[in-house]
């Protein structure tokens, strides 16, 4: 596990070299089309040029923590006075199709856009086709659209594979093992991406006793699923895949309430700080990490090329392409990790994702200690 950490962390280091060596020199490359700023027209000034970042929800906190104060300071290193128009939905679509407005109202030259929903991001990236303002789908891809520009992502399938796997690890191959599966939510593309991968690995491996999707990816509704499928199997589980570390969180606080001892393995995703903590104190046994700073700021050297109408460097997505039902988008995917206990000095710490200092707080210090982390 350690070779593969490691070697996936150098890939994320290889995109994050590619991404500064690509704004250092110019080079040929695929552009927006008719849908961005001809390649005749006038250069605009630095000041004129704003791009907007789109986030979907603030539960899960990579967003306001890591992606958008990563996805700024790389704009800001690129173009010291455009102006990053950063807003969060609160998982509200409609709030997030309204905010999406405003921002070509403003004159938003670029929409980075982590989607909602599928529905209703479609309908975004279509009203900015008809402005000639591309459309990057960031993190969550954006199906039944020919309006979208560019995917900046994961392998998303393959992270729902890899949480999986990972239980079926954890379970021993222990024969008709019951697992109840907390999915993500139902309106997220990703979600559905997660739940299939998932899926792959568990079906015919063990006994699927209970499913639930996740509204809105709540922890809340995770929690009051899980008190449902205990109350209904009399407490009597195996394992629990939860599709990211809030609804890990959610399944955890349910067992803990119901008196399960000791809780059964427990699948996440993002790397939070508070499930990375709860690894150390073997309340949830892994989580998937995803390496947030190249995946923001490839999406910030996309979005300021389209934004000044220069050529997107061609070796930002090396050619590959994900096909969301209408189109081949150009996408850029980085390859996530699965961490537990074992690996996480050589991922999330060494990665500075989080510090030791914030991991290993006076409540954490012995399991800290105990995995190695603090001597």
């Not at 791009?51 to 992606?67: F, G, H, N, Q, V």
């Not at 109840?180 to 997220?188: E, K």
């Not at 690996?343 to 994702?353: G, S």
Request: hydrophobic fraction near 40%; include cysteine; aromatic fraction near 4%.
């Amino acid at each position: 596990m350690k070779t593969n950490a490691i070697s996936g962390r150098l890939g994320a280091w290889a995109l994050s070299a590619l991404v500064l060596a690509s704004c250092s020199k110019k080079q040929e490359g695929s552009t927006a089309g008719d849908k961005g700023p001809a390649a005749g027209d006038k250069a605009r000034k630095p000041a004129e040029l704003k791009i907007a970042l789109l986030l979907p929800e603030s539960k899960t906190a990579r967003y306001e923590s890591k992606d958008r104060p990563y996805f700024e300071a790389k704009i800001k290193s690129l173009c010291p006075d455009c102006q990053v128009l950063a807003s969060n939905a609160n998982q509200d679509a409609s709030q997030q199709q309204a905010q999406a407005e405003a921002a070509l109202t403003n004159g938003a030259r670029v929409l980075v856009l982590d989607a909602v929903d599928s529905a209703s991001a479609a309908v975004i990236a279509t009203k900015a086709r008809a402005q000639k303002v591309p459309v990057i789908a960031y993190d969550r891809l954006v199906p039944g659209t020919d309006a979208i520009d560019y995917y900046v992502s994961f392998d998303n399938e393959s992270v729902g594979r890899l949480q999986g796997e990972s239980l079926l690890a954890a379970l021993g191959n222990k024969p008709n093992a019951r697992v109840v599966m907390i999915n993500g939510a139902p309106t997220d593309n990703n979600g559905m991406l997660f739940k299939k991968g998932a899926h792959s690995a568990l079906d015919g491996n063990v006994q699927i006793v209970k499913e639930y999707d996740t509204p809105d990816w709540s922890p809340d509704k995770a929690q009051e699923q899980m008190t449902q499928a205990l109350t209904a199997l009399n407490n009597q589980i195996d394992g629990v895949y939860a599709a990211n570390d809030g609804t890990a969180g959610g399944a955890i606080a349910a067992m803990k309430a119901a008196g399960i001892k000791p809780l059964p393995p427990v699948t996440g995703q993002d790397a939070e700080l508070a499930a990375v903590q709860r690894i150390l104190l073997g309340e949830q046994y892994m989580t998937v990490y995803k390496a947030i700073k190249p995946q923001a700021e490839a999406a910030a050297v996309i979005a300021y090329h389209l934004a000044t109408g220069k050529p997107v460097p061609t070796d930002i997505t090396g050619g590959k392409t994900v096909n969301n039902g209408k189109k081949e988008v150009p996408s850029v995917l980085l390859v996530p990790l699965a961490v537990t206990k074992e690996n996480l000095n050589d991922t999330v710490i060494a990665d500075a994702f989080w510090t030791t200092e914030q991991i290993c707080t006076t409540q954490y210090a012995e399991a800290c200690k105990a995995a190695g982390i603090l001597q």
